[in-house]
């Protein structure tokens, strides 16, 4: 494969930073959402949980469209944003993000939480004799208990993050440089006559970028698993 | 009595209604009764890990739950010891980690156990580095224990210790809660549906059915009870002594004991003489005659009257006989008629010694409060 070209190069760091910031702003979220769907049972779990797994289920172009209703400059949260903040995150890479972590949240949310109710409640009990308040026992007992849950959900997000397209484009627009990720890249290369060669390249280039974060994922797996050895018998 | 404990609670948990009252010393007081009894809710509602619908639980004269004054202090605030049954190590971290996690969380002018000597105590510097799930059921449980009391507890609270353990397991950790107990001066409750435990470990004996306090005492008086065999087993039922090693015999590799009925031979003890005991005579091990027989194999005889004779069942009945010390035996209800004993009756007991081993006998190391009467 010969160098990549200065396009190509702009839509894979786009991407990744579109991802990076994506995963990272909506992880504290997602932690939390796992914690209470996990831990609590309250009036309308129901449909906090459907609402969580939403994007799953509708076509990305409702959810983009809704972000655009909600956040656009004149959206009911995008126009209050703006007014007191001046912030806008409507056709930027911003917007991009956000459209990618709403649409990956439930992938995360899913991982994490399986992995919490996994932690047995009496590990955290025992600690809360030992003297720990349940702030401390969350941050020492069931957070690291839940590592390997929060690496696959971060990783899962990521790499549906990268592939994000339908949301983006719907909300952002496919503008270069800023908006353009890779799956938007591709696409604009397959409505352009002669664009097969450098579409195969770019398609490629994603697959590559999917494998590798999934096998770093199983890598960082297996490494947490080690560390908390034979947890069965805790 | 120092009042370490002070428990009065109700509660409904299911079916089973808890209404019980624990008034507990120094030393060790075990909460005996059968699985189901209540005793894990009692403990848990010492710990703070269960809230009792009504009633006030205090802990060295500490209250810690009062409903009525709506005091209901968090497991983290109660500075108690919690070793459960399962152990409950941190899976992610080493022994080391575990053993500190609750010390660091006591501040400094609380900590009263030194991290050195409860190493020590509890042999756990071989294991220091090592991840829970590398280690031994017998392992975790000492560790657990030294985790528990590097918090610096107030009273350590101990449900069902060795109920996951095989039998060589039980009587190694045995051994290391009877130091603790005798090393540390630290209040222990301990939850156990095992008479055998109980005997070797307690000073107290508290007995618990269905929900309630069904007795509190002294291991010797509650076994001498005769109407509580049921709750404490018949097959392992029998009377409780205080004795002492006075001579070892080499030659046929017994031991002489002291008792308040005289003295009884049993096979070989390994410990020092003058050691103090406490041993159990399981009924079923007792014969009685109304005869000094002559020419027996039997070692120990001895003479007393027939204090009480318990309620009979099936074709079963317990005696008690006051030999100087209490002394239980399981006849059948055939030889009580044909020996006609009655309350008074001059009986002889005849204890068979090979019947007892190490497993009737707890250490009751230095002299305790009760034993001067």
Not at chain 1, 87 to 99: L, P
Not at chain 2, 205 to 224: H, M, N, P, R
Not at chain 2, 260 to 277: E, F, H, R, T, Y
């Amino acid at each position: 494969m010969l160098p990549l070209s200065a396009l190509e190069l702009e839509a894979i760091q786009l991407s990744l930073k579109v991802a990076f910031w994506a995963v990272l702003v909506s992880l504290p979220f997602g932690i939390m959402a796992a914690w209470g769907l996990a831990r609590y049972n309250f009036p309308g779990k129901t449909l906090v949980n459907g609402l969580i797994h939403l994007p799953i289920i509708v076509p990305p172009v409702v959810v983009g469209y809704l972000l655009l209703v909600l956040l656009g400059r004149r959206g009911a949260l995008g126009a209050w944003l703006y007014d007191t903040f001046e912030i806008s995150v409507a056709f930027t890479w911003k917007g991009a993000a956000v459209a990618s972590a709403v649409m990956a949240f439930p992938l995360m949310v899913r991982a994490i939480r399986l992995s919490l109710e996994n932690v047995d409640p009496k590990l955290e009990q025992a600690a809360r004799t030992l003297g720990a308040k349940p702030w401390y026992v969350f941050v020492s007992i069931t957070l690291p208990l839940t590592l390997p849950g929060i690496l696959t959900g971060v990783v899962l997000a990521f790499a549906r993050s990268l592939g994000e397209f339908g949301a983006t484009i719907t909300f952002v627009s496919n503008i270069p440089g800023e908006t353009r990720t890779l799956p938007l890249a591709l696409y604009t290369l397959t409505q352009t006559p002669d664009g097969e060669g450098a579409a195969l390249r770019l398609v490629v280039i994603a697959i590559i970028l999917a494998l590798g974060a999934l096998i770093l994922s199983e890598y960082l797996a297996r490494r947490v698993n080690q560390r908390i050895g034979g947890r069965d018998n805790g | 009595m120092d009042k370490t404990l002070e428990i009065t609670v109700q509660h409904q948990l299911g079916d089973l209604q808890i209404d019980a009252s624990i008034i507990a010393g120094s030393g060790l007081t075990a909460m005996f009764g059968r699985s189901g009894a209540g005793k894990t809710s009692l403990i848990n509602m010492i710990a703070g890990l269960e809230k009792p619908r009504s009633g006030r639980i205090s802990i060295c004269g500490y209250c810690v739950f009062d409903s009525d004054a709506d005091i209901n202090l968090a497991p983290e605030q109660r500075r108690i010891g919690y070793v459960f049954q399962e152990g409950r190590l941190f899976p992610h971290m080493s022994v080391r980690k575990n053993l500190i996690y609750g010390m660091n969380l006591t501040p400094a002018e609380q900590r009263h156990q030194d991290f050195l000597k409860i190493v020590e105590l509890l042999d756990l510097a071989p294991l220091m580095e090592r991840l829970p799930g590398k280690l031994s059921g017998g392992e975790k449980q000492r560790v657990a224990i030294g985790r528990a009391l590097l918090s610096s507890p107030q009273m350590l609270l101990m449900d069902e210790p060795l109920a996951s353990l095989d039998s060589m397991r039980k009587g190694e950790i045995l051994d290391y809660i009877e130091r603790l107990r005798d090393e540390l001066t630290l209040p222990i409750i301990y939850v156990s549906h095992s008479l055998e435990e109980v005997i070797r470990l307690a000073d107290t004996l508290v007995i618990i059915d269905q929900g309630k306090t069904v007795a509190v005492g002294s291991v010797e008086e509650i076994c001498s009870r005769l109407d509580l065999h049921p709750l404490t087993g018949r097959y392992e039922a029998g009377a409780v002594l205080q004795v002492r090693i006075a001579a070892q015999d080499t030659d046929y590799n017994l031991t002489r004991l002291d008792t308040a009925a005289g003295p009884m031979w049993v096979p070989k003890i390994d410990l020092p003489v003058s050691s103090d005991l406490r041993l159990r005579i399981r009924a079923r091990d007792v014969t009685l005659s109304l005869d000094k027989p002559e020419n027996t194999s039997i070692l120990n005889i001895f003479d007393g009257i027939v204090k009480n004779i318990g309620e009979s069942e099936g074709n079963q009945v317990d005696v008690l006989i006051d030999a100087g010390a209490p002394v239980i035996a399981r006849i059948t209800r055939k030889s009580l008629d044909k020996l006609d004993l009655k309350l008074g009756t001059r009986v002889y007991a005849l204890i068979k010694a090979a019947a007892i081993d190490r497993r009737n006998m707890g250490l009751t190391g230095k002299p305790r409060l009760k034993d001067q009467q």
